[in-house]
């Protein structure tokens, strides 16, 4: 299985602050990357895929790079709504395998 | 707009199978670039990938549980369903369905329910 590795895994940040979240690859998996949004009692929300496209309607302060093995989501200003926890997923390969979460939270 | 809800038990006893529907509102039910999936959360853990079937009754499983589950598909109610048998206390998680959208190159998970709390105990 490809393991998804995310760091940190706890990011303490303020409202307007950019953060940038990596997510790192076992294995080469082209740009079949996305990225998660999580919140409690709420379904989960598709941010990026394929490493950089931003779904419809997300906000463009966020924005996905790389490809190969080495990502990063990054939040250009961070908005109240945005504290939440972010997931990485692989799609390249079977299993999809999910990174660990990166937990961000109000400074 | 694509909605998914989930449904079933949310206690099931050690051993016994776990059964949950997912019901799927909107467009897009029996169109062939989507793929219809169940991803689980354990407590205070990561996203697990289960399994996903396309409408014409195509599965992928996950090699990890794949001796344990069974997926279905009822396109004339637009549902689909999942089975894991002999669950044990591992198995207790939320359990999320999924729409996979896997077409022109571009793979990914873009509507979900909103998930449902299984607890295995006796």
């Known amino acids: 299985d490809i393991q998804l590795t995310q760091s940190p895994s706890f990011l303490s940040a303020s409202i307007g602050d950019r953060v940038t979240i990596t997510c790192r690859a076992s294995q080469v998996i082209s740009s079949y990357l996305a990225w998660y949004q999580l919140k409690p009692g709420k379904a989960p929300n598709l941010l990026i895929y394929g490493a950089s496209t931003l779904q419809s309607g997300v906000p463009s302060r966020f924005s996905g790079s790389g490809s190969g093995t080495e990502f990063t989501l990054t939040v250009s200003s961070l908005q109240p709504e945005d504290f939440a926890t972010y997931y990485c997923q692989q799609l390249n390969s079977y299993p999809i395998t999910f990174g660990q979460g990166t937990r961000l939270e109000i400074k | 707009q694509v909605q998914l809800q989930e449904s079933g038990p949310g206690l099931v006893l050690p051993s016994q199978t776990l059964a949950l529907t997912c019901s799927v509102s909107?467009?897009?039910?029996?169109?062939?670039?989507?793929?219809w999936s169940w991803i689980r959360q354990h407590p205070g853990k990561g996203l697990q990938w289960i399994a996903y079937i396309h409408y014409s009754g195509k599965t992928y499983y996950n090699p990890s549980l794949k001796s344990r589950i069974t997926m279905s598909v009822d396109a004339s109610k637009n549902q689909f369903s999942l089975k894991l048998s002999s669950v044990t206390a591992a198995d207790t998680a939320m359990y999320y369905c999924?729409?996979?959208?896997?077409?022109?190159?571009?793979?990914?998970?873009?509507?979900w329910g909103q998930g449902t709390l299984v607890t295995v105990s006796s």
């Open positions: 909107g467009d897009s039910f029996s169109s062939g670039g989507y793929y």
């Open positions: 999924a729409r996979y959208h896997s077409n022109s190159g571009d793979n990914y998970f873009d509507y």
